[in-house]
Structure formats: C-alpha cells, structure tokens
C-alpha cells in the first residue's frame, strides 16, 4: 500500500512542480489580475474546472511554513475556508492522509468534504513544498448531507530568492461536484486573490510561532 501511495505521488508532484515553475509561455498561462502582490493565472483543466496559479513575494521561512503546513492541528492559524481538519493516517513523517470539511459559504450552499493524500518535500534549491490530491478510503465514507469534492492537485510552493524573500506559489486543481455553478466559480479571480494573500499572512504568522 505505501509504495502504491509512494509512486502516485511521484506522479503527481511531477506534474506539480513543472505547472508551479514552468514559463508563462511555456504553461499557457493566462494572467488573470494582479492585485496587492499576487498574480493570479489560470488555463483550462480537463473537467472543465480550470486550474490555477497565485504568485507572491513574502517573507516567510520556507521550511516553516512547510512544517505549520504538516501540522493538521494548526489549520485554524491560516485555513479560514476548512471548519475542521482531521488525520486519518499517518503513512510515514512525510506523506499523510487527511479529512478536512469546509465552511459553508454564499456560493456553496451545500457543504463539501474532501479526503486528500499529501506529501511534504524539498528541492535541492531550497525550496520547501506541500502537495496533495483526492483519495478515497474506508476509514473516510461519504456522508450524505456533504457533497464530497475533488483536488485533483494541490501544491504550495516556498522558494527561496533573494534578499531572505520566499517567492511563494500556490497551484489548484478543484472540483467542487455537486451543483457548483461553474461557469460562476471559473470567474472569482478577486476572490481567491483575496483569500490567497490573507492565507499567506496567517501563515506567517503562525511561523512566527514557531
């Protein structure tokens, strides 16, 4: 079973990492806005969903946000979209399995859960990362007042660059399911801008707990 989970994520923090640090050019990128610090890009996904990019410079220490990020108990430092985050399981120091439930809000009435596999790693350069996507597992059944969405990726980037700044990246794939109007949700650049930036500055934060 974990060199199942070990491989499937190989893959996809493959594909990760060239959609988080590809050229503009090379990705397809479409700039979408760029507003208090972030840039925000997105391209067509194959659901129909499209899949999206946040840039921003931040100082933020790389290795600990990754390490705020590990850490499940902490999401309400910097998480203000999840109403609880639970371990399912642990597979080894870096890779786990977790529930998380979200806050119901305007454009969602319908609450969503989602399971998720994640792994926490590095790149020779110094760059700390966290990257998940959907799974399902028996100790995590579908429960019927949630609508259970898909990640189909999920990756938050901290590269070091200069002057002891973090470049910080944040690339999602999602799918809501249910009744998400799509055409609605494809359109809220401001507001995963908005959320994005405020994400970034509760985790600081919280790594100044630390």
Request: glycine share 4%.
């Amino acid at each position: 079973m974990q060199a199942n989970y070990q491989a499937e994520l190989e893959q996809l923090q493959a594909n990760a990492i060239e959609l988080a640090y590809q050229t503009i050019e090379e990705g397809k990128w479409e700039k979408e806005i760029e507003q208090d610090g972030v840039v925000f890009y997105s391209k067509p996904g194959s659901t129909g969903w499209k899949i999206t990019r946040s840039e921003l410079i931040a100082e933020i220490d790389p290795k600990k946000a990754v390490d705020v990020l590990r850490n499940y108990t902490r999401f309400q430092e910097y998480n203000h979209t999840a109403q609880e985050i639970n371990l399912i399981k642990k597979i080894d120091d870096n890779i786990s399995i977790q529930y998380i439930l979200t806050k119901p809000n305007q454009v969602l009435q319908q609450q969503r859960d989602i399971v998720t596999l994640s792994r926490a790693s590095s790149l020779p350069d110094g760059t700390f990362f966290v990257v998940s996507k959907s799974i399902e597992v028996p100790e995590a059944p579908i429960k019927e007042q949630y609508v259970r969405a898909e990640i189909i990726l999920s990756f938050f980037g901290f590269k070091p660059v200069e002057n002891g700044q973090t470049l910080v990246t944040m690339v999602q794939s999602f799918d809501p399911k249910g009744d998400a109007p799509k055409d609605l949700l494809n359109s809220l650049a401001n507001k995963v801008v908005n959320y994005n930036k405020l994400f970034v500055e509760n985790l600081k934060k919280a790594t100044i707990k630390e």
